[in-house]
């Protein structure tokens, strides 16, 4: 964002791009040009809702906290979009809610939540490492910089 600062145009340039991407790739894996009809019914839905939902509001509000944050920040909030996802999925469309899609999501975003604790403690100067010598030797020549 710093080296080129317009970001409508990088949301633009990212959502044609994919879309051009998705659409060789949706001709080679499916051929068959009389699936490719949408029908006025629930495909049409979910093609809009998704359109909307993640092509405008999704990338439109991550650019904006990456403009006002840092990336880190931005992807702090990826697992809670899976959660959502999820969630909309078995409220909307009935879909099955398995234990160990649960158990996997949940796995996942407390490790990546854990991750982001440790980052922000190493950016704060929290962790200070006393006699690296004696309790752990590979830390020998690790630093801690000021910030």
Known sequence: MKGYPSGLSIMFFYTSSVSVL???VGFFLEPDSTKWIIKPNIALVSIICSGVLNGCISNTVDSWLLHMR????????????IAIA????????????????????????????TVMWGKAKEEL???????????????????????
Do not use: C, R, W
């Open 70 to 81: 840092d990336p880190v920040y931005v992807a702090m909030f990826k697992p809670i979009q």
């Open 22 to 24: 998705a659409a060789v």
């Open 125 to 147: 100067g929290e962790f200070v490492i006393e006699n690296a010598d004696q309790n752990h030797p590979f830390l020998q020549n690790y630093k801690i910089q000021d910030v």
């Open 86 to 113: 999820a969630a909309m999925g078995v409220i909307i469309l009935g879909d099955t809610l398995y234990l160990g899609s649960i158990i996997g999501a949940t796995i996942i975003v407390s490790g990546f939540y």
